[in-house]
T-cell receptor, first 114, second 111 residues
């Protein structure tokens, strides 16, 4: 069974540029999460989807971050414009239950903003 | 807000030594508890989890963890580590569909 797929694995951009990350969850997993992981810290939830609905986006900085999951499968997380402080690893996870009993994580996208 | 504290930032030990990583959380209600591991260059993987029942939970690769409700703790243990256990270990607590992670403990096992 394929795991959670993310791309790109690495991204280097200049500040004020836009950037987008893509995630394909495990087949059949209706619940999808985006996390932010700063250096030396654990992951922090940005947004949670149940199918195509964002059910918890309270931690998403909506002035510059946006996310979508149009068909309830793949998801895209976007930052526009990026700031130096956005340099981090962006993780996607999925779960086969809304309760998120066990979340399966992708490899992450490591973003460096110069 | 719920918080998760991991006691050690970096642990260095020799092969065959015993390992114990501390984890405490601040939330007093019903929680589910997890330990995740991230090997160098790999993604986060589930080591073990506790939902209910026997507070001593056994996971993969010889790891176990004990839930002590009165101490709000969920410490991870392994009696004899191997070089391949070198990784970063994260404790996580789930409450109300939200998973909160500790800052992680880097474990380095010397051959």
């Amino acid at each position: 069974e394929a795991g959670v797929v993310q791309s790109p694995r690495y991204k280097i951009i200049e500040k004020k540029q836009p950037v987008a990350f893509w995630c394909n969850p495990i087949s059949g997993h209706n619940t999808l999460y985006w996390y932010l992981q700063n250096l030396g810290q654990g992951p922090e939830l940005l947004i949670r989807y149940e199918n195509e609905e964002a059910v918890d986006d309270s931690q998403l900085p909506k002035d510059r971050f946006s996310a979508e999951r149009l068909k309830g499968v793949d998801s895209t997380l976007k930052i526009q414009p990026a700031e130096l402080g956005d340099s981090a690893v962006y993780l996607c996870a999925s779960s086969d239950r809304p309760s998120g009993e066990t979340q399966y994580f992708g490899p992450g996208t490591r973003l460096l903003v110069l | 807000a719920q918080s998760v504290s991991q006691h050690n930032h970096h642990v260095i030990l020799s092969e065959a030594a015993s390992l114990e990583l501390g984890c405490n959380y601040s939330y007093g209600g019903t929680v589910n508890l997890f330990w995740y591991v991230q090997y160098p260059g790999q993604h986060l993987q589930l080591l073990l989890k506790y939902f209910s029942g026997d507070p001593l939970v056994k996971g993969i690769k010889g790891f176990e963890a004990e839930f002590i409700k009165s101490k709000f703790s969920f410490n991870l243990r392994k009696p004899s580590v191997q070089w391949s256990d070198t990784a970063e270990y994260f404790c996580a607590v789930r409450r109300d569909y939200k998973l909160s992670f500790g800052a992680g403990t880097t474990v380095t096992v010397r051959a």
